[in-house]
Structure formats: C-alpha cells, structure tokens
C-alpha cells in the first residue's frame, strides 16, 4: 500500500509538469485514485482486482454513471502510468471496455427574478458600507459576481483575471480558460462595466501582493472556493435556489443567449467550450422552456 502511494504521489507530479489541468481537476483524480487504493487493501494489482473495483462502483456503491466514468478516466491515466514504469505486468484497463451511459443532466439555472434578487443584494451592500473595508468587500463582491452573470465565464476563469487582461479602450477582457486556451470577452451592459471600473479605482486602497484583478482579504489572489464562499453566504440570505451553486450564473447566461437568438457556434465561442457537443445541451433547456411556456399560454390549448 505505502508503495502504491508513492507512486501515486509521483504520477501527480508528472501530470502537474505535463498536463494543463486545473487544480480541481488535479483534486478529483487524487480523490478517485485514493478511493481505489483504500479498496486495494494491499492487494497485488490484477485484473481481477480492477473488474472487482469497477463492479463495486456500480453494483454496491451504485455511483451515478457520470461519477463512474471519471473514476474510469482517472483509472486509466494511473494504469497507464503503471504499466509504463513497469510498477504492473500487464496494463489491465486496456483489456477491457467499460461502458457506462453518460447521464444527461439539463443544466440548472436562476430565473430572471433570483439573478435581480443577487445584483440587487450586492448594490445594497455596497450602499450600506459602514467602514473603508466594508466598502472595498461590497465593491469586489459586486464587480466579480456581475462579471460572472454578465459574461458566463467560469468561477476559475474570474480568479484567474489580471489587471494587465483588461483592455479599457474596448471594454474587453482576456479569459484565460481550461487547456491554456484563450479568449476575448466584451463586456456589453454597461452597469457591469461601470461596476468594474469602481472596483478597480478602489480596489488599491488596501495593500495587496497580488495583480490578479479579485484579491481576497488578505491580499492574496481569491480562489475558486472563496467565490463559491461569496456565493453561499449571499444566497443564504436572500430567497433564492439555496441548492444553485455559482455555476449556476454560466449556465443562466448560456441558456439565456440561446432563448433570445444566439446561434451555438457563438455560445459555444463565448463560453469557451473545446466542443460544441458541450453546448448543444443549452438547446434542450431552451426547448423545455418553450413547452412550458406553450402549455401555459397558447390558447389553442384552451379552445
């Protein structure tokens, strides 16, 4: 066992130098890989074992087929690498075709009234500052979660924003997104741009160590689970899907672009999705929406 994690340990630090995964991504393989070494119990690696694991996971545990086959995804890196240090005889994964059907969850997202209920939340907190501090927090919270519901860029995406990204000519900002790849966004409401440009006036009142455009209180550049922080503690006091999580606002956003006209191929470029396949779903929440709204309201229903 002690040996299978060292060489977990190394496998991690070979994907941190040679592969561009964020460190959410990084967590979920450790927690998978740590999930099927608990179930080793210091067992030689075999087949056997590997078909037993996966059995486990639907049979007994009976995980969601999405959460099956990103442990899949993980096994199969860490059996790669296995079978290339010569740590295995055999590459068992390859031996075999797991198939589990990906769930198709529509995506969630807030109504018009929960997105007005947040923005109205944060204005008044911003208007309600009693202290410098109170205000440089009001002024960050507003700016980041506006720039989230304005634009659909992900949680990493606005911790991960400089200074230096932000072009005030053209009211355009560069996205550094998953896989290094890059994109422009523009910011089109000009409530959201005004947002920023106050939080920016103001954002060094405070000392900071850091260029990236939302600090936390410290100083220090915020993370992914700061914003979810943000998130949780502003839905906890106002009336909306206390179950919504931050993604939620880039769902709401994608939903929206397409229910008003916007073609995939630009939804798919504003959100930065490697492929379109990934935006189709937005067609679906789009439709779904439109039976309700026919159910509801064509007369012929009626006659």
């Known amino acids: ?54 059995k486990h996971l639907s049979a007994e545990r009976k995980l969601k087929n999405s959460t099956i086959n990103r442990k899949l995804v993980s096994l199969k890196l860490f059996f790669d690498y296995l079978y290339q240090i010569k740590c295995i005889d055999e590459n068992y994964y390859n031996n075999h075709k797991f198939r589990f059907r990906q769930d198709q969850a529509l995506p969630r997202t807030l109504s018009v009234k929960e997105t007005s209920a947040i923005l109205d939340h944060l204005y008044k907190e911003r208007d309600n500052s009693n202290s410098e501090f109170e205000k440089w927090v009001a002024l960050r919270n507003l700016s980041m979660i506006d720039m989230i519901l304005s634009t659909g860029i992900r949680v990493s995406e606005a911790s991960n924003i400089s200074l230096s990204d932000i072009n005030r000519q053209e009211r355009t900002v560069l996205i550094h997104g998953k896989g290094k790849k890059e994109r422009m966004i523009y910011i089109s409401c000009n409530d959201t741009w005004k947002n ?104 012929r229903n009626k006659l």
């Open 1 to 54: 066992m002690i040996l299978l994690e060292q060489k977990l340990s190394a496998f991690f630090d070979l994907l941190k130098s040679t592969k561009s995964l964020s460190e959410k991504s990084l967590m979920a393989y450790q927690s998978d890989l740590l999930d099927f070494i608990k179930f080793c119990k210091s067992k030689e690696i075999t087949d056997e074992l590997l078909l037993s694991y996966v």
């Open 196 to 299: 920023l440009l106050a939080w920016i006036h103001f954002r060094d009142v405070r000392v900071l160590s850091t260029d990236k455009l939302y600090p936390n209180r410290f100083g220090n550049p915020i993370g992914i689970h700061g914003i979810e922080y943000i998130y949780n503690s502003i839905k906890r006091e106002i009336s909306i899907n206390q179950a919504s999580t931050p993604h939620y606002m880039r769902h709401t956003f994608a939903t929206n672009l397409n229910a008003n006209g916007a073609d995939l191929r630009t939804i798919q470029e504003l959100l930065g999705h490697s492929s379109i396949s990934t935006t189709v779903i937005y067609t679906e929440v789009s439709i779904n929406r439109k039976k309700e709204v026919l159910k509801k309201y064509n007369y």
